[in-house]
């Protein structure tokens, strides 16, 4: 019997910020109703880690999951992300464990607040517009465990990537840089 190679194919970290952004971009933009009165716009939070295992800094949010039957690996197929992406963000709440290589984790989680005097004031930047998923995941960008942070604001549609303690911001008409729709 002749085996065949294994031959599998990783995004890089950077590439998976950037598919993970623009998927949130794109269900940001896709909402029309951002500034009616009384409208929840969807919201979503990813986080990106090294490894597979949050036990240490996230507790499991109930019945909040991912739904792997529709995209378990994000680079497989963008359809399958985005319906899954959608019907995560209308209807669930809590983050998104994305691993390194690009498996989704079937359960949601809260990731837990950093115990007082593990972050230094100077190492994080916070913002007075941050709520508090925004300022989970600024806080949660400074774990060593954690690559990134992507955030929708279900306000006002705002996209946020969040690394290392700090943050890069891009208001909902800011989206989508070159392929951005005039408004």
Same mark, same amino acid.
């Given at each position: 019997? /002749? ?11 950077? =590439?998976?910020? *950037?598919?993970?952004?623009?998927i949130v ?6 909402f029309? !109703?951002?500034? =009616? #009165?009384?409208? !929840?716009? #969807?919201s979503?939070?990813?986080?990106? +880690? @090294? ?6 800094? %996230? ?5 909040n999951?991912? #739904? +792997? =039957? &529709?995209?378990r690996?994000? &680079? ?5 992300l /985005?319906d899954?992406? *959608?019907s ?6 809590? %983050?998104?464990?994305?691993? $390194? ?10 990731i ?14 916070? %913002?007075?517009w ?9 806080e949660? @960008?400074? !774990? ?6 992507? &955030?929708?604001?279900? =306000?006002?549609?705002?996209? &946020?990537?969040f690394?290392d ?7 909902? $008409? ?6 951005? #729709? @005039?408004?």
């Open positions: 019997m /002749v085996s065949k190679p294994l031959h599998v194919d990783y995004a890089t970290v950077p =590439e998976l910020i *950037e598919l993970v952004t623009y971009e794109s269900i940001s933009l896709g029309d !109703r951002w500034n =009616e #009165p009384y409208v !929840r716009g #969807p979503l939070y990813f986080v990106l +880690v @090294s490894g597979t295992h949050t036990g240490d800094y %996230a507790d499991p949010l109930g019945e999951v991912w #739904p +792997v =039957e &529709t995209c690996v994000v &680079t497989d197929d963008l359809d399958a /985005v899954a992406a *959608e995560v963000a209308f209807a669930r709440d809590g %983050a998104v464990v994305l691993s $390194a290589d690009g498996t989704i984790q079937e359960q949601m989680v809260r837990k607040s950093p115990n007082a005097g593990t972050i230094d004031d100077d190492e994080v930047e916070y %913002a007075d941050m709520g508090t998923k925004h300022l989970s995941a600024v949660s @960008s400074v !774990r060593e465990e954690v690559l990134a942070a992507v &955030t929708l604001s279900e =306000e006002t549609g705002r996209v &946020t990537v690394e303690g700090g943050f890069i911001d891009f208001q909902r $008409a800011e989206l989508g840089g070159l392929w951005r #729709p @005039s408004e």
